[in-house]
């Protein structure tokens, strides 16, 4: 078999743990399969080469950080081929570049463009385990780029399309993907399979474990792979299309998202272009709005609604600065904000074909005695903000509906 291994930034985090994975891909050789390895920058290491650089000047230059941040991986990748040399294995590390990774010329966030991974073929055919780095590549002029932040999962998810790899695993410090976040939900489970689309609501909901764009791209290109511990052995979390056996299960996790405040405009009049205006203003500042609710007419005299939206907490300032400068021109009464406030989100496919998911969501709050502000919902989610206060025990409420065997 050709496997693909990425390791992230904590399971390459000192030279002990770098031994760890060179033995781990030394059983796969023992086995007589061939080995490409992604490593990401040891743990801390990118981000303080961000602080390195924000000490010589706040905003510097985007080629420059690129050029900088490549370092991190490039630490690792020789480490890692040393590491496979004293257990006597050859080994041999590329960068971005060398393993043929083109990309587009978005400094700190590059696309890949195409990858032409002549080098790490050759290599793999004179035996030797190929040791890439992960979160680079290339422009086609031969400027070093990076992919964004956890870039190194996509490094790893797109050389494995390009090897038409038999298996890629992302190796993490966790033992896979869960039905809830175990440090709130003492009774989740890991999940053994999970399909995209189900990933990437979780992951979008706070649930990180891999990099959106990565399962996109695995999405996309049909790369199955598994999520999985690199501290011990145990099988982890299969995620690939979506089958029908899925779907009878009705909701696969639940999640919460902290991470969030809540705007609400108070009587804003209810003509064409207000909303426009409002969301444009928010975009301009990019600032990230996530979900909207707007009412029906209040029944009074000039035709007035009210309107939130929940934004990213570290934005809300600079949202009310936006709204207020908004004041004269819209003419809404006055603004609301609440930081207070968390998202409790239930994901599954199997809610397309289940009935009453959304009564038995709002049934189990209403018995907790938690108030829903908002509700949005998708094809395979649904989310309420709630009191932060309460979020932990409504998420424990409902995991144990959804997720948790009822006695008979
Ligand atoms: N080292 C990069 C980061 O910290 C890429 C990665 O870890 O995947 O974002
Ligand atoms: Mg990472």
Redesign the pocket.
């Known amino acids: 078999m050709l496997i693909v291994q990425k390791f ?2 904590t399971s390459v985090g000192n030279p002990e743990r770098i031994k760890n994975v060179a033995a781990r891909v030394a059983r796969y050789r023992a086995q007589g399969d061939q080995v490409v390895v992604v490593v ?2 040891m743990s801390g290491v ?1 981000d303080n080469l961000i602080k390195l650089a924000k000490e010589i000047m706040p905003l510097p230059s985007e080629r420059e950080m690129d050029m900088l941040l490549a370092t ?2 490039q630490t690792t990748i020789a480490l890692t081929a040393m590491a496979l040399h004293s257990l006597n294995l050859q080994a041999t590390s590329l960068t971005g570049a060398q393993a043929g990774i083109v990309t587009d010329g978005v400094h700190t966030k590059a696309k890949i463009q195409n990858i032409t991974p002549k080098q790490v073929h050759s290599l793999l055919d004179g035996g030797n385990v190929v040791i890439v780095a ?2 680079q590549g290339q422009t086609v002029e031969g400027q070093i780029t990076t992919l964004g ?5 996509l490094t790893a998810i797109a050389l494995a399309a390009a090897l038409k790899a038999d298996l890629c695993q992302i190796y993490t410090d966790v033992d896979g993907v869960y039905t809830a976040d175990p440090r709130i939900v003492p009774t989740a489970r890991k999940l053994p399979e999970i399909s995209y689309d189900e990933m990437l609501e979780l992951a979008s909901l706070g649930a990180k474990v891999m990099q959106s764009r990565s399962v996109e791209f695995a999405k996309k290109f049909g790369v199955i792979f598994e999520v999985r511990s690199s501290l011990n052995d145990n099988p982890g979390t299969i995620v690939k299309e979506e089958t029908l056996s899925m779907e009878d299960v009705v909701i696969r996790g639940v999640s919460l998202d902290k991470n969030q405040a809540k705007v609400t405009l108070v009587g804003v009049p209810d003509k064409p272009g207000v909303a426009a205006k409002i969301f444009k203003a928010l975009a301009d500042a990019t600032i990230n709005v996530d979900m909207i609710v707007q009412n029906v007419s209040h029944n009074t005299g000039t035709p007035a609604t009210d309107l939130s939206f929940t934004a990213d907490k570290p934005d809300l300032l600079k949202a009310q600065k936006v709204i207020e400068q908004l004041q004269e021109e819209i003419g809404y009464q006055k603004v609301i904000s609440d930081e207070k406030i968390g998202k409790l989100s239930i994901v599954g496919v199997g809610m397309r074909s289940h009935s009453g998911v959304a009564a038995k969501m709002f049934d189990t709050l209403a018995n907790e005695g938690v108030n829903i502000d908002m509700i949005s919902t998708s094809e395979i989610k649904i989310s309420v903000v709630i009191d932060i206060a309460r979020a932990e025990q409504a998420m424990r409420a409902v995991h144990k509906v959804f997720l948790e065997k009822q006695p008979a």
């Not at 932040?149 to 999962?153: F, N």
């Open positions: 992230g930034g990401s920058a990118t991190g991986e992960g979160f932040r956890g870039g190194s999962d």
